[in-house]
């Protein structure tokens, strides 16, 4: 098969030259930048033909188009972070709130209540300041010197000093007595809130001396302080009572007895892991 024979057809040929070209777009010698126009090919079927772009015929060269931008007509323009009456990060702010001074506490138990909120947050300097004030501000108030003994005891945002501490709780148990004797005569005083501090008064009395914090080790002396305490109802001594009759700390031993005070204090609430022994029938 014999190649057809070339063409030459030259831009100045002008309109008649297009009779003679190809009519293929991909055999034309003409750019998009041509003075004539380039014969539209026929559509093909089942697609639209595309509409004209006149800026193709130019002598200029196509600008290539812009992006969209980035805000649309439709979005607003953003609000500054930072208006004018609200300073920016660099500048100090024009007012400062302070929150409103809470009144001083006046009473022994206002300082107590206060020193608990201080040591449930861990601020226990504050703690330790409000907790002294408790235990001596008009006469102190039996908690308040359980729980200064206690931080000193431990030197809970304070200085340790155990024989102060330990003096401390003493006090607190024989405060706690006295207001005992006073409500039996018909004092007006309550009975349940006086038990409550003599008996964690004795309990960590017995603890001093179970474990010689600051006083002469005696387990025997702690032993006793804590079944005083177990027999007026608190678990913890029930328990540390417990323990002690099970491995004959500080007392004979006594497994059996153990048993009943552990499941005392099972009843309110302490945790009989690893006392499954209480259960067994010889121990009843």
């Known amino acids: 098969m014999q190649r057809p024979p070339a063409t030459n057809i030259h831009p100045a040929a002008g309109p008649a030259g297009l009779s003679q070209r190809s009519m293929s777009p991909a055999t034309s010698l003409y ?9 539209t ?9 595309p509409p004209l772009d006149p800026s193709a015929f130019t002598t200029q060269p ?25 300073p920016t990060p660099t500048q100090a702010p024009r007012f400062v709130i302070t929150p409103p001074a809470q009144p001083e506490p006046q009473k022994a138990q ?19 300041a409000c907790f002294e004030k408790s235990a001596k501000e008009g006469g102190g108030c039996g908690v308040g010197m359980v729980m200064w003994g206690l ?20 006090r607190a148990a024989e405060s706690a ?20 501090e003599l ?40 328990c540390d009572l417990a323990f002690a009759l099970s491995n004959g700390k500080g007392c004979k031993k006594d497994r059996k007895e153990a048993a009943k005070w552990y499941r005392a204090a099972v009843a309110q609430g302490a945790s009989d ?9 010889k121990f009843q």
């Open 31 to 39: 750019s998009n930048y041509s003075y004539y126009p380039l014969p």
């Open 41 to 49: 090919p026929p559509p093909v079927e089942g697609y639209p033909e």
């Open 62 to 86: 196509r600008a290539a188009p812009k992006p969209p931008s980035i805000r649309s007509a439709r979005s607003p323009t953003p609000t500054p972070m930072h208006s004018a009456r609200s």
């Open 110 to 128: 206002e300082y107590l209540q206060l020193g608990i909120t201080h040591h449930e947050a861990n601020r226990l300097p504050e703690a330790a």
């Open 151 to 170: 931080t000193l005891r431990h030197g809970w945002g304070c200085e340790k000093n155990e024989k102060v501490g330990f003096k401390w709780l003493q």
């Open 177 to 196: 007595v006295g207001d005992l004797e006073n409500e039996r005569i018909g004092g007006g005083v309550n009975s349940t809130a006086i038990k409550t």
């Open 199 to 238: 008996v964690l008064a004795i309990y960590e009395v017995g603890q001093c001396f179970f474990h010689g914090w600051g006083v002469s080790k005696d387990q025997k002396m702690g032993v006793s302080y804590y079944a005083v305490a177990a027999r007026l109802g608190d678990p913890d001594a029930q």
């Open 273 to 281: 892991i690893g006392l499954a022994w209480i259960y067994k029938e």
